[in-house]
């Protein structure tokens, strides 16, 4: 069992940044492929980013590619989203998972994060 926890959302003007977090507990967490979801109100879930177990590979939505980073620190059990040039159609609860594979059959996820970027 992984237990993942969100923190880093909020309130932001269009063109600003916000870092999102995701603390894992529970089972080995380094195994895990680890992604970013986001869903917007009124629309379906969708993929934002993900990184492979070590860290050596990424993968972006054409939405974000270039103003979001995904990245890990194994060692603190914990995946980032460093979010730049916010837009308005980025608002979203972003939700964090863990899963195996490349694309990964996820397996876990966060609660979720809001993050509102005003016009």
């Known amino acids: 069992q992984v237990q993942l926890v969100e923190s880093g959302g909020g309130l932001v003007q269009a063109g600003g940044s916000l870092r999102l977090s995701c603390a894992a507990s529970g089972r080995t967490f380094s195994a895990n492929t680890m992604g970013w979801f986001r869903q917007a109100p009124g629309k379906e879930r969708e993929f934002v980013a993900r990184?492979?177990?070590?860290?050596?590979?990424?993968y972006y939505a054409d939405s974000v590619k270039g103003r979001f980073t995904i990245s890990r620190d194994n060692a603190k059990r914990t995946v980032y989203l460093q979010m730049n040039s916010l837009k308005p159609d980025d608002t979203a609860v972003y939700y964090c998972?863990?899963?195996?594979?490349?694309?990964?059959?996820?397996?876990?996820w966060g609660q979720g994060t809001q993050v509102t970027v005003s016009s």
């Open positions: 990184i492979s177990w070590i860290g050596d590979h990424t």
């Open positions: 998972a863990a899963g195996t594979g490349w694309p990964p059959i996820i397996d876990y």
